[in-house]
């Protein structure tokens, strides 16, 4: 699918939280079929599992964590045209919410791709905790029917069969859905241990009201995490357009804290 990228969302920017950066942008990315998957957990075992230097975001005192199993096209550098047999993959992320200071971001506990080479490039470029994973997607309808098997360690696990509920919506700011989606940076540490910021942009989340049947999730459990029960929360996103800056070390690392967003 490479060539439909929408390079004009560059020129939407209103509904930002803060401007983007003045550098040009590295890295373009599409994002489809998302299922956002999310459940509260315990804050205290959120964040014995997130590094010190960045803060916990809350909603209404809850710590949330999401399993977002969805597929990605158009990966690829800035003008390098994307190569369809390297830029085009399933990936499945396990993801909680962080701060510094004034910008709230994404922490991911892992990120399981069936690309080999995108694995090996973020985990050397960024550290990411990137997973080569076995990988099938299936339509099924309306809906897709997603299968995942890490291959390394025990062999995290997932597998679902979701599909989208209603119309489409743009989640308003305060609302759990916007706390949850409208996120333009990623936080991360190096080898070394110093923390940095990976800022991202799209345009506005459009979301829709998910069903999903569950029958295999093993992803948070990899990474020490307890998820009890069905997911509080489904959302479906079909596409978002994204480009990527690179990293920007983080000067001075604030206290270990928590911060909380209420309704």
């Known amino acids: 699918m490479s060539g439909d990228f929408d390079h004009s969302i560059a020129e939407s920017t209103a509904h930002r939280p803060w401007p983007m950066p003045r550098m040009p942008w590295l890295m373009t990315q599409s994002w489809h079929d998302l299922l956002f998957a999310h459940w509260q957990v315990e804050v205290s075992e959120v964040r014995r599992a997130v590094p010190a230097p960045f803060e916990l975001d809350l909603f209404n005192n809850q710590a949330w964590v999401g399993v977002v ?13 994307p190569l369809p047999w390297i830029s085009a993959f399933p990936e499945l992320n396990v993801r909680t919410y962080v701060r510094v200071a004034d910008r709230p971001g994404v922490y991911f506990f892992s990120l ?57 919506f743009t989640p308003p700011v305060g609302s759990i859905e916007h706390f949850l989606t409208e996120r333009y940076c990623l936080y991360q540490h190096t080898r070394q241990g110093h923390p940095f910021r990976l800022e991202i942009h799209h345009r506005s989340w459009s979301l829709q009201v998910a069903r999903a049947a569950i029958s295999v999730n093993t992803m948070a459990a990899a990474s020490r995490l307890t998820l009890n029960g069905a997911p509080a929360l489904l959302h479906f996103a079909e596409r978002q357009d994204v480009v990527a800056w690179p990293p920007t070390r983080l000067v001075a690392a604030p206290q270990r804290r928590v911060r909380n967003v209420t309704e």
């Open 69 to 81: 199993p969805f597929r990605m096209t158009n990966v690829g550098l800035r003008a390098i045209p």
């Open 112 to 168: 399981d791709a069936a690309s080999r080479l995108a694995v090996a490039t973020a985990r050397m470029l960024l550290n990411l905790p990137y997973y080569t994973a076995d990988m099938t997607i299936e339509r099924r309808g309306a809906g897709l029917h997603y299968k995942s098997t890490r291959r390394a360690g025990h062999g995290a696990q997932f597998e679902a069969i979701y599909e989208p509920l209603g119309v489409p």
